[in-house]
C-alpha cells in the first residue's frame, strides 16, 4: 500500500462509495458492494451492484461507476474507491479488474470496509500482464 498515492480526495471518494452502497440492489447475495470514481474533471461517478433473478446477470459496484461516468463523457479517471462488509478491504472481481484497466491502469483504488481498514493499490498491479486496447493497436494480422 502506498499512501503516496492516494490523493486528497480519498475521504470523499470513500464516502460517496459508501453512501452508493446503500443503494446496492443485493436480494440474492445480501453481499452490499458501492464504488466511487474520481474523473479527471473532479467530478465523482458513483455504483452499486445491481443483481438479478437471473444470477449470471449480476453487474458490480465498480462496473456500474465506470459505466456511469463513460455514459456521461468522461475517460479520464483519478482514482476509485470500493467499499463493502468486509473484515478486510473489498478487492475488485477479476472482471471489474478488465474493465478499469481499459481506461485507468495508473490510477489507484482504494478498497475499504465499513470500519474504515483501507488498502490502496493501483489497477495495473491488481491485474498484470493486462489485455489492453494497447494489443489491438498492435495486431500483425
Ligand atoms: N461484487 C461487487 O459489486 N464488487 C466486487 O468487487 C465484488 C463483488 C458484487 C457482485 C454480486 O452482486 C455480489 O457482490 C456478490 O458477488
Redesign the pocket.
Known amino acids: 500500500m502506498d499512501e503516496e498515492l492516494c490523493g486528497e480526495k480519498k475521504a470523499e471518494l470513500l464516502e460517496a462509495a459508501l453512501k452508493a452502497r446503500e443503494n446496492a440492489y443485493?436480494p440474492y447475495?445480501r453481499?452490499q458492494?458501492g464504488a466511487a470514481l474520481l474523473a479527471d474533471d473532479g467530478k465523482i461517478y458513483t455504483g452499486c451492484?445491481v443483481?438479478n433473478a437471473s444470477y449470471g446477470l449480476?453487474v458490480?459496484?465498480?462496473r456500474v461507476a465506470v459505466f456511469q461516468a463513460v455514459l456521461n463523457g468522461a475517460r479520464s479517471f483519478r482514482a476509485m474507491a470500493?467499499v463493502a462488509a468486509l473484515d478486510e478491504p473489498?478487492p475488485?472481481?477479476g472482471a471489474?479488474r478488465q474493465v478499469l484497466a481499459e481506461f485507468a491502469p495508473e490510477m489507484p483504488l482504494f478498497m475499504g470496509n465499513l470500519q474504515g481498514k483501507i488498502s490502496c493499490l493501483k489497477v495495473k498491479d491488481l491485474l498484470p500482464y493486462a489485455f489492453g486496447p494497447d494489443k489491438l493497436m498492435e495486431d500483425k494480422g
Do not use: H, K
Request: glycine share 0%; charged share 15%; net charge negative.
Open positions: 443485493a447475495s453481499f458492494v451492484n443483481e449480476a458490480c459496484a465498480e470500493v473489498v475488485p472481481c471489474c
